[in-house]
Antibody, heavy 113, light 111 residues
């Protein structure tokens, strides 16, 4: 069974940093590209970042370029999202997503003073 | 960026009746490889989204056959042949033909 378990969320002040992690199991991690998708409270879904199978290609939505960095460790079957210079508008539930077919339960990030 | 526009945004339905959601993209979703990368997701309150349909019309494993996807180019539709109580929630289309990947605004289906 595919499992994606996010961690690392919490409350952070504007301008601060946070690192999200996603532990993957139940599938061959290095065979799939991975994504982060977020959902602000009461709002719709927004794709944030994507990384290919070997980590050599990364894509970001414009609003996080230069602030967020996606990475993966295939040996540990883990995905990360380093978030710097956080803003109030980054407040959301962040989902780890395998390709587009499997989603984690999400982790809440609140950016507030 | 490709803008995805769903309609309606709110869809009141009667149990056992059909329902249809439209999704239009601001540009063609046909990829250079010939595929059209358009997904449909369903999100129940308090839950993570679940993919229903991939590449326009392919149902995911375990998805009831009352769900069907169709369309081409810039115009796509999700149809539910007979709505059941468990179908309530928000439906999203998403394109992954181009970067950034983008979602529609969501359509809230309620009984």
């Amino acid at each position: 069974e595919v499992q994606l378990v996010e961690s690392g969320g919490g409350v952070v002040q504007p301008g601060g940093s946070l690192r999200l992690s996603c532990a993957a199991s139940g599938f061959t991690f290095n065979s799939f590209y991975m994504n982060w998708v977020r959902q602000a409270p009461g709002k719709g879904l927004e794709w944030v970042a994507n990384i290919n199978q070997d980590g050599s290609q990364k894509h970001y939505v414009d609003s996080v370029k230069g602030r967020f960095s996606i990475s993966r460790d295939n040996a540990k079957s883990s995905l990360s999202l380093q978030m710097n210079s956080l803003r109030a508008e980054d407040t959301a539930v962040y989902y780890c997503v395998r390709s587009s077919d499997s989603w984690g339960q999400g982790v809440l990030v609140i950016v507030s003073s | 960026d490709v803008v995805m526009t769903q309609s309606p945004l709110s869809l009141p339905v009667t149990l056992g009746q059909p329902a249809s959601i439209s999704c239009r993209s601001s540009q063609s979703l046909v990829h250079s490889d010939g595929n059209t990368y358009l997904n449909w997701f369903h999100q129940r309150p308090g839950q993570s989204p679940r993919r229903l349909i991939y590449k326009v019309s392919n149902r995911d494993s375990g998805v009831p056959d009352r769900f069907s996807g169709s369309g081409s180019g810039t115009d796509f539709t999700l149809k539910i042949s007979r709505v059941e109580a468990e179908d309530v929630g928000v439906y999203y289309c998403m394109q992954y033909t181009g970067w950034p990947h983008t979602f529609g605004q969501g359509t809230k289906l309620e009984i």
